[in-house]
């Protein structure tokens, strides 16, 4: 039944380069359907500042990128002391019987559709911002110049805020099982010398986990950066580079889902596909930089179980 | 007041526990508030009614005037259809990837690719799938780019790396022992791959089909462009078809008030069947790892 096995490997063989080739006609299909922009923009693309369709026809995705960078740094600064700080009580400070519960209900929170936040962000959030807290925050912080201009909710700081509450289920349930993986010497070595709850955390467990934590970190970026339809239903969808916080502004992938049926000829469509692959690079960049950590990050593990 | 150094210690160790454990109630505050919304707001239009008829027209309520709140059955119908035929296209392949990927990988070096693949793959935005798929249908079939057909391929593209991963992950986990004792009676490769690792595997297997329909079905970025915004129930592979999602998006967008109030209920719905789903797979994971346990 030689011929069996043959056929066998031959047919998984080709589903195994099915699912490979998915990934490279990604890039080169996007890269194909955006050559006119990519030919006559080049890198100037990458430069260019404004958006003005048909019949100008100068496309520029600075003003994405800035928004995109914006919204899922700010999400990131908010979401990480957060994540991380529950990671810990649930591996360390949680008693027993709540670890379990906790950590299920986080994972389970992390399966709720984006669309779902973004509904929530835009009925409840939007209003609580413009009128409650976005006012305070111009009183009291408007001379930083981040706080300018008239609050209307739907801004660069709402869509970072809805993207901090999407991230911290990804960044958390993975920090979690990275301290968890700490093996269980490393911490009876450091109460053994008199640590503190803290010291052993601080010093003994964090830095064991430290691959996984940034791993963590990566992964729940390249989750923001990409977020289409929470971001478009609260950002404002304006093109322009935002001047402050509270300005309207525009995600790469929120430009594409608000432009797309309406492009205005080929070569917007085109700019759109090429927008598409710059926001695919930096995703791909990411990740594969965030599953290198990951994948380090198991190497000592493996030795010290023994 | 001073403290020693053991003391400041003991401290410092207190507000760390206090400050971490504020941490969990910052992690579940908003996402208890999410859920919360969409239950008051959505229980309260959900209904067999609601499930069974047609999406309102808009209307905001004016004096002498109610609104119908109509229901979300195509979008039901829409979302199931979708899901399965993109199913029907992600399952096979991903299985025979994952296949490759665990039972091949001594021989052919190259088959460790597919799982860095399909973990580089689960984190293409969604939205970039849609691109993707709509640049395909494009230069190859023009006239369905907008379809049922064409919506069902971008979701099939969000589902292949998770049921890849999955089903490589549940196939790595069955005992080497296990299959040279199906070589060692004679059995050929390819039978004991498929009627003994796979069968032996297959909780795991269909976990990652569950997890994959789960993610699949809450996305409405790749369906924007690909399946477009319709209103109506299956008419036709060639034809658009309404999903929960995209009428979410559509709907609370929206300054009708009772197409406000189908959003939340939709929202509801597609939160249940998402839960409903990931609960599942986690039922059937268990059964894996206990029947592992016994080898």
Request: proline share 6%; glycine share 10%; net charge positive.
């Amino acid at each position: 039944m030689v011929w069996g096995n043959r056929l066998f490997a031959g047919i998984t063989g080709l589903t195994a380069a099915g699912v490979v080739g998915v990934l490279v006609a990604l890039v080169a299909v996007l890269a194909y359907t955006a050559r006119s922009t990519l030919e006559r923009f080049g890198l100037r693309f990458l430069f260019t500042t404004v958006w003005e369709p048909a019949p100008l026809n100068v496309y520029g995705i600075v003003p994405f990128v800035v928004g995109t960078l914006t919204t899922s740094l700010l999400a990131l600064l908010i979401s990480i002391p957060v994540s991380i700080g529950a990671a810990i009580f649930i591996t360390q400070h949680a008693p027993p019987w709540l670890r379990l519960p906790v950590g299920q209900l986080i994972e389970l929170l992390a399966a709720i559709p984006s669309i779902v936040f973004g509904f929530w962000g835009l009925i409840v959030l939007v209003p609580l911002m413009r009128y409650h807290i976005e006012p305070a925050l111009g009183r009291y912080l408007g001379w930083t110049g981040l706080f300018s201009g008239t609050p209307i909710g739907l801004d660069v700081l709402t869509a970072s805020l809805v993207l901090s509450v999407m991230t911290i289920p990804t960044i958390t349930a993975i920090t979690r099982d990275s301290i968890a993986a700490v093996p269980t010497s490393q911490k009876e070595a450091a109460i053994g010398l008199g640590a503190t709850e803290w010291e052993v955390t601080r010093r003994a467990v964090l830095p064991y986990a430290r691959g996984g934590i940034v791993a963590a970190v990566g992964l729940g970026l390249g989750r923001a950066l990409g977020e289409t339809m929470a971001v478009t239903l609260v950002i404002g969808n304006r093109n322009q580079i935002p001047d402050s916080l509270f300005s309207q502004g525009q995600t790469i992938a929120s430009l594409i889902a608000n432009q797309f049926a309406e492009a205005s000829g080929p070569l917007e469509l085109s700019a759109l596909v090429e927008a598409g692959l710059v926001l695919l690079l930096i995703t791909l960049a990411i990740n594969l930089g965030a599953r290198a950590f990951l994948a380090r990050s198991k190497v000592p593990r493996a030795g010290d179980d023994a | 007041m001073t403290f020693d150094r053991s003391q400041r210690r003991r401290v410092w160790s207190l507000l760390a526990k206090g400050l971490t454990g504020l941490a969990v109630v910052a992690v579940l505050i908003p996402l208890i508030a999410v859920i919360g919304e969409a239950v008051v707001l959505g229980g309260s239009v959900l209904s067999w009614s609601f499930l069974t008829s047609n999406p309102p027209l808009p209307c905001s309520p004016r004096p002498g005037v109610t609104c119908p709140t109509g229901g979300i059955a195509p979008a039901i119908e829409g979302t199931l259809i979708l899901l399965g035929l993109a199913s029907l296209w992600s399952v096979p392949l991903g299985i025979g990837a994952a296949i490759f990927a665990s039972e091949y990988s001594d021989r052919f070096r190259a088959a460790r690719i597919v799982g860095l693949t399909a973990d580089v793959m689960s984190g293409v935005p969604s939205i970039v799938v849609g691109v993707f798929v709509y640049s395909v249908l494009v230069l190859y079939a023009p006239s369905i780019v907008f379809s049922t057909l064409s919506g069902s391929l971008a979701l099939s593209v969000i589902m292949l790396p998770i049921v890849t991963r999955t089903t490589e992950t549940a196939l790595r986990t069955v005992p080497r022992s296990v299959r040279e004792a199906a070589l060692a009676l004679g059995i050929a490769r390819w039978k004991t791959s498929l009627r003994v690792v796979l069968v032996t595997a297959l909780p795991g297997v269909v976990t990652g089909i569950l997890l994959a329909i789960a993610r699949a079905a809450g996305e409405a970025a790749p369906l924007l462009l690909t399946d477009g915004g319709s209103f109506r129930g299956f008419v036709g592979l060639d034809q658009q078809v309404a999903a929960m999602p995209i009428l979410i998006f559509t709907f609370a967008d929206s300054p009708y008030q009772n197409w406000i109030r189908v959003a939340w209920g939709a929202a509801l719905v597609l939160i249940l069947l998402v839960l409903a789903l990931s609960v599942l797979s986690r039922l059937t994971l268990e059964r894996l790892s206990r029947r592992m346990r016994g080898m």
